[in-house]
């Protein structure tokens, strides 16, 4: 039954996510248990004229094996192979899918130093590669696919937990629509009509509010794009960077975030819940953080680099959009953070800022663009919240209203 929508699904992810080109290489790093839809993916991107398919296999339960029993110094190494097949694919103009799929309650028993330093390793030895990505000099995009795990934490209840939370991906990715590809085109250009209207309004900054105790400005950067749906590879290549997508998104000015911000929703970070936390900013960076589950998770990572504790993204999506609307907490970034206005730690990209992705590292940083090893969601949207923005010339503009924009 689910067959037909698995095909459209694989249709939509290679013609319009990555946009395989004729000739290319497409890379897919994915979970083990996936794989019967990555050979419909691969399928479909040979018949879009593919020169090879490529992939990199994960499996969360070996990965757990290896953080209980290895020796610690094994998760400051990294194996030289592993950066080798991404960058030399890259090298070659590969596109990179990613099958964004975890248990959120695997880890737990974990080490938490041991993951992060783990994660710290995997960002310092595939820099180059993430550079490449995030300055869309290869096209990429993020997708996701059940697994067990994850599947009976969304759906505990459920006699099919799999089949239930395929479901619920299809339908936020449209592939459950009658012509899934007229209706991308449709939700890409009412998110452009958007993003170009905030993008005339030359915002200085924004100012969240809301009943849990938000009260936070965030300045913007002169010169910053709001962005969405769709990106460009430098060759001109259109791709989607994440399937779903409902984000419209731009970069906060390094050291002009000051208030406080409460969190909407779980975090799952690495494999582990960070939920019900604040962070208070002084001048961007987070000088306070609390929350009632996982704070040590939290203080892990805010700690990876200096750049973890400011921010690189500010993102709006509206509370009555069609993922929030399914009502389903998919504990999966991918997801959630296109249910809800969030925030991003760590590093910003570069294209939120016009010819961001020409400029250096230093002239980024003099921009206010920051950059660390983590790029990591977190969510802040409420019902209730009110976004206010301040244009250059000082005048005020009402963006959100109870939750949602008001354009
Ligand atoms: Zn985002
Ligand atoms: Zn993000």
Same mark, same amino acid.
Request: hydrophobic share 40%; charged share 20%; proline share 5%.
């Given at each position: 039954?689910?067959?037909?929508?698995?095909?459209?699904?694989?249709?939509?992810?290679?013609?319009?996510?990555?946009?395989?080109?004729?000739?290319? $290489?497409?890379? #897919?790093?994915?979970?083990?248990?996936?794989?019967?839809?990555?050979?419909?993916?691969?399928?479909?991107?040979?018949?879009?004229?593919?020169?090879?398919?490529?992939?990199?296999?994960?499996?969360?339960?070996?990965?757990?094996?290896?953080?209980?029993?290895?020796?610690?110094? #094994?998760?400051?190494?990294?194996?030289?192979?592993?950066?080798?097949?991404?960058?030399?694919?890259?090298?070659?103009?590969?596109?990179?899918?990613?099958?964004?799929?975890?248990?959120?309650?695997?880890?737990?028993?974990?080490?938490?130093?041991?993951?992060?330093?783990?994660?710290?390793?995997?960002?310092?030895?595939?820099?180059?590669?993430?550079?490449? $990505?995030?300055?869309?000099?290869?096209?990429?995009?993020?997708?996701?696919?059940?697994?067990?795990?994850?599947?009976?934490?969304?759906?505990?209840?459920?006699?099919?937990?799999?089949?239930?939370?395929?479901?619920?991906?299809?339908?936020?990715?449209?592939?459950?629509?009658?012509?899934?590809?007229?209706?991308?085109?449709?939700?890409?250009?009412?998110?452009?009509?958007?993003?170009?209207?905030?993008?005339?309004?030359?915002?200085?900054?924004?100012?969240?509010?809301?009943?849990?105790?938000?009260?936070?400005?965030?300045?913007?950067?002169?010169?910053?794009?709001?962005?969405?749906?769709?990106?460009?590879?430098?060759?001109?290549?259109?791709?989607?960077?994440?399937?779903?997508?409902?984000?419209?998104? $731009?970069?906060?000015?390094?050291?002009?975030?000051?208030?406080?911000?409460?969190?909407?929703?779980?975090?799952?970070?690495?494999?582990?819940?960070?939920?019900?936390?604040?962070? $208070?900013?002084?001048?961007?960076?987070?000088?306070?953080?609390?929350?009632?589950?996982?704070?040590?998770?939290?203080?892990?990572?805010?700690?990876?680099?200096?750049?973890?504790?400011?921010?690189?993204?500010?993102?709006?999506?509206?509370?009555?959009?069609?993922?929030?609307?399914?009502?389903?907490?998919?504990?999966?970034?991918?997801?959630?953070?296109?249910?809800?206005?969030?925030?991003?730690?760590?590093?910003?990209?570069?294209?939120?800022?016009?010819?961001?992705?020409?400029?250096?590292?230093?002239?980024?940083?003099?921009?206010?663009?920051?950059?660390?090893?983590?790029?990591?969601?977190?969510?802040?949207?409420?019902?209730?919240?009110?976004?206010?923005?301040?244009?250059?010339?000082?005048?005020?503009?009402?963006?959100?209203?109870?939750?949602?924009?008001?354009?």
């Amino acid at each position: 039954m689910l067959e037909p929508m698995l095909i459209k699904y694989a249709e939509l992810v290679i013609k319009l996510g990555v946009n395989l080109q004729q000739g290319q $290489t497409l890379v #897919i790093s994915t979970p083990l248990e996936c794989a019967p839809f990555v050979r419909t993916l691969t399928e479909t991107a040979y018949a879009a004229g593919a020169r090879e398919v490529a992939f990199f296999w994960q499996d969360e339960q070996l990965d757990k094996i290896k953080y209980l029993h290895a020796p610690a110094d #094994i998760f400051s190494e990294f194996p030289n192979w592993q950066k080798e097949f991404y960058l030399s694919y890259a090298e070659q103009g590969a596109a990179f899918l990613r099958i964004a799929a975890a248990d959120p309650d695997l880890l737990r028993d974990v080490d938490p130093t041991r993951i992060a330093a783990a994660q710290k390793t995997s960002g310092i030895h595939l820099r180059e590669f993430r550079d490449r $990505t995030m300055n869309n000099l290869n096209a990429w995009c993020v997708i996701s696919a059940p697994t067990e795990g994850w599947a009976r934490k969304v759906f505990p209840d459920a006699a099919d937990p799999v089949n239930k939370l395929w479901r619920a991906i299809l339908q936020t990715v449209r592939a459950d629509q009658p012509d899934p590809l007229t209706a991308w085109q449709e939700h890409k250009a009412a998110l452009q009509k958007r993003l170009q209207l905030l993008n005339e309004y030359r915002l200085q900054k924004l100012h969240f509010a809301n009943s849990l105790g938000t009260d936070l400005t965030v300045e913007l950067p002169v010169n910053h794009l709001w962005q969405g749906a769709a990106d460009i590879t430098q060759a001109g290549i259109p791709f989607i960077p994440n399937m779903p997508t409902e984000e419209i998104f $731009t970069l906060p000015k390094k050291t002009g975030v000051n208030g406080r911000v409460y969190s909407a929703m779980p975090l799952v970070y690495h494999g582990n819940l960070i939920d019900e936390f604040s962070l $208070t900013f002084k001048d961007g960076r987070v000088c306070e953080a609390t929350a009632k589950t996982g704070v040590q998770h939290l203080h892990n990572l805010l700690e990876v680099d200096e750049g973890a504790r400011y921010l690189g993204e500010v993102a709006l999506v509206p509370f009555d959009s069609p993922i929030a609307n399914t009502k389903i907490l998919f504990y999966n970034t991918l997801f959630d953070e296109n249910a809800s206005c969030h925030l991003a730690f760590g590093r910003a990209y570069p294209g939120s800022l016009a010819d961001g992705n020409q400029l250096s590292q230093e002239e980024l940083l003099a921009r206010g663009v920051n950059d660390s090893l983590i790029h990591v969601d977190f969510m802040i949207g409420t019902a209730d919240l009110e976004i206010t923005g301040t244009t250059e010339s000082g005048e005020k503009v009402t963006i959100f209203k109870q939750g949602n924009f008001v354009f």
